[in-house]
């Protein structure tokens, strides 16, 4: 689920913070810019495992503030192909059902990837798989809040980086409803269409009590 | 004054040099271009991609992307258990430095750890301690698994076949059941479960023997 990923950064650290050890200022500015925070093509950044190596520090003209290179480690969430996790769900809608692990809410399951038959009851706005055994067929509702266990068979990264000033003429031509959709950075797509890969099943949730 | 002169003269000097470009095409001179095209302080107070980075103020470009030089994405693969033996320690720390140095910034860390630590607080790892993860893989060396396989064994702790199969590709045709069973005696016997479950279990056991 996590990996441990070597980043180079460059850390500025304001005069009023020089009395500070340098270890402990640069771990607390690396922290202020990467902890939970998506860095494109890498993962979620959950917080500093180590720093390897600092380079001089150089201050610049016109700025008192020294900046320092870094080579460090990071721990990231970035699970990979195939893993198997455990999350919650969260929601369910017309896309599939959404999961969240608590600290990451952006896994959807799609319908294909739901045990199949499966069907979207909009009544009570949940899944249903419809079970099917020698006494007859059973609904398991896939509701909220319960556990699921899913594989990762997809990720997505999106870059929210802003745009520069040529874009942002083009989208005010445009209609004023489409407004920036807030996209997710990262998004993992899960499947359950395996066995044992339900979270409704007794003994899936008694393996995790 | 005579700091804007120096500036000016540091552009013109430099402009005869090699171009070394921000990512949105500002000319930022080699100086400050360490490979990462980060956006120069003393540049960015007169040129327009200081509003263009989403400068904070302080000057410095703070765009993950163009400053944030990712060397290797995969260097090491973390177990659930080294993840939360990390954040437990700094937890720790965090708690003795004192209330000193909770900033605003320090706000994403703080959710960021505490949301992580309840994750991982609900799966196997709470019971493991470095010498169970190192008997563990002791263990595993002779079945021949893959390096993420044993992590998702070392993970979950699976106790059914089924789940096995899960964790393992194509395990119906690299282990027989036999092999099947031995991993599942393996995960039970040096990976701590619950413990309320285990006592549970061994109970049932000589009730079971007892009954015989």
Same mark, same amino acid.
């Given at each position: 689920?996590?990996?441990?990923?070597?980043?180079?950064? #460059?850390?500025?650290?304001?005069?009023?913070?020089?009395?500070?050890? &340098?270890?402990?200022?640069?771990?607390?500015?690396?922290?202020?810019? &990467?902890?939970?925070?998506?860095?494109?093509?890498?993962?979620?950044?959950?917080?500093?495992?180590?720093?390897?190596? &600092?380079?001089?520090?150089?201050?610049?003209?016109? *700025?008192?503030?020294?900046?320092?290179?870094?080579?460090?480690?990071?721990?990231?969430?970035?699970?990979? &192909?195939?893993?198997?996790?455990? +999350?919650?769900?969260?929601?369910?809608?017309? *896309?599939?059902?959404?999961?969240?692990?608590?600290?990451?809410? *952006?896994?959807?399951?799609?319908?294909?990837?739901?045990?199949?038959?499966?069907?979207?009851?909009?009544?009570?706005?949940?899944?249903?798989?419809?079970?099917? #055994?020698?006494? +007859?067929?059973?609904?398991?509702?896939?509701?909220?809040?319960?556990?699921?266990?899913?594989?990762?068979?997809?990720?997505?990264?999106?870059?929210?980086?802003?745009?520069?000033?040529?874009?942002?003429?083009?989208?005010?031509?445009?209609?004023?409803?489409?407004?920036?959709?807030?996209?997710?950075?990262?998004?993992?797509?899960?499947?359950?269409?395996?066995?044992?890969?339900?979270? #409704?099943?007794?003994?899936?949730?008694?393996?995790?009590? | 004054?005579?700091?804007?002169?120096?500036? =000016? %003269?540091?552009?013109? =000097?430099?402009?005869?040099?090699?171009?070394?470009?921000?990512?949105?095409?500002?000319?930022?001179?080699?100086?400050?271009?360490?490979? /990462?095209?980060?956006?120069?302080?003393?540049?960015?107070?007169?040129?327009?991609?200081?509003?263009?980075?989403?400068?904070?103020?302080?000057? =410095?470009?703070?765009?993950?992307?163009?400053?944030?030089?990712?060397?290797?994405?995969?260097?090491?693969?973390?177990?659930?258990?080294?993840?939360?033996?990390?954040?437990?320690?700094?937890?720790?720390? %965090?708690?003795?430095?004192?209330?000193? /140095?909770?900033?605003?910034?320090?706000?994403?860390?703080?959710?960021?750890?505490?949301?992580?630590?309840?994750?991982?607080?609900?799966?196997?790892?709470?019971?493991?301690?470095?010498?169970?993860?190192?008997?563990?893989?002791?263990?595993? /060396?002779?079945? /021949?698994?893959?390096?993420?396989?044993?992590?998702?064994?070392?993970?979950?702790?699976?106790?059914?076949?089924?789940?096995?199969?899960?964790?393992?590709?194509?395990?119906?045709?690299?282990?027989?059941?036999?092999?099947?069973?031995?991993?599942?005696?393996?995960?039970?016997?040096?990976?701590?479960?619950?413990?309320?479950?285990?006592?549970?279990?061994?109970?049932?056991?000589?009730?079971?023997?007892?009954?015989?």
């Amino acid at each position: 689920m996590f990996v441990l990923v070597e980043m180079t950064d #460059t850390v500025r650290i304001p005069p009023w913070q020089f009395e500070r050890k &340098l270890n402990e200022s640069i771990a607390e500015e690396l922290n202020k810019k &990467l902890a939970n925070k998506v860095v494109y093509n890498v993962g979620l950044c959950i917080c500093l495992y180590d720093i390897t190596k &600092l380079e001089d520090s150089y201050i610049f003209p016109g *700025d008192g503030a020294s900046h320092t290179k870094v080579h460090f480690r990071y721990v990231v969430f970035h699970p990979f &192909l195939d893993e198997i996790l455990v +999350g919650e769900i969260k929601s369910c809608s017309q *896309d599939g059902v959404h999961v969240s692990i608590g600290f990451f809410d *952006d896994i959807v399951i799609p319908p294909e990837s739901l045990q199949q038959p499966a069907k979207f009851d909009e009544a009570e706005q949940v899944w249903v798989w419809e079970y099917e #055994t020698e006494e +007859g067929a059973h609904d398991l509702y896939m509701d909220i809040g319960e556990e699921i266990r899913f594989r990762v068979v997809d990720e997505t990264f999106v870059d929210t980086s802003p745009t520069g000033p040529s874009s942002a003429e083009a989208s005010t031509s445009n209609a004023t409803e489409e407004v920036q959709k807030k996209e997710a950075p990262y998004t993992l797509v899960g499947s359950i269409s395996e066995p044992v890969l339900t979270g #409704t099943g007794e003994e899936t949730a008694k393996d995790w009590s | 004054g005579a700091g804007w002169g120096g500036i =000016v %003269r540091l552009l013109l =000097v430099r402009a005869a040099g090699p171009r070394c470009v921000c990512v949105w095409g500002l000319f930022i001179g080699p100086a400050l271009c360490v490979e /990462k095209r980060l956006c120069g302080p003393e540049l960015s107070a007169l040129l327009p991609c200081w509003h263009r980075c989403g400068v904070q103020g302080d000057g =410095v470009c703070h765009v993950l992307r163009p400053s944030v030089l990712r060397k290797d994405a995969n260097a090491a693969l973390l177990s659930n258990f080294e993840v939360f033996q990390l954040l437990t320690d700094l937890k720790q720390q %965090r708690k003795e430095s004192g209330k000193s /140095k909770q900033s605003s910034g320090q706000q994403n860390l703080n959710t960021i750890m505490y949301e992580t630590l309840k994750y991982i607080s609900k799966t196997p790892c709470r019971y493991q301690s470095p010498e169970t993860v190192r008997e563990f893989l002791i263990a595993m /060396k002779g079945h /021949k698994l893959t390096k993420a396989e044993k992590l998702q064994l070392l993970n979950h702790r699976p106790v059914t076949a089924v789940e096995i199969q899960l964790m393992v590709e194509e395990s119906e045709e690299r282990l027989t059941e036999e092999q099947i069973e031995s991993l599942l005696q393996t995960v039970a016997s040096i990976l701590p479960g619950d413990p309320e479950e285990q006592q549970r279990d061994s109970a049932m056991e000589t009730e079971g023997r007892g009954s015989q």
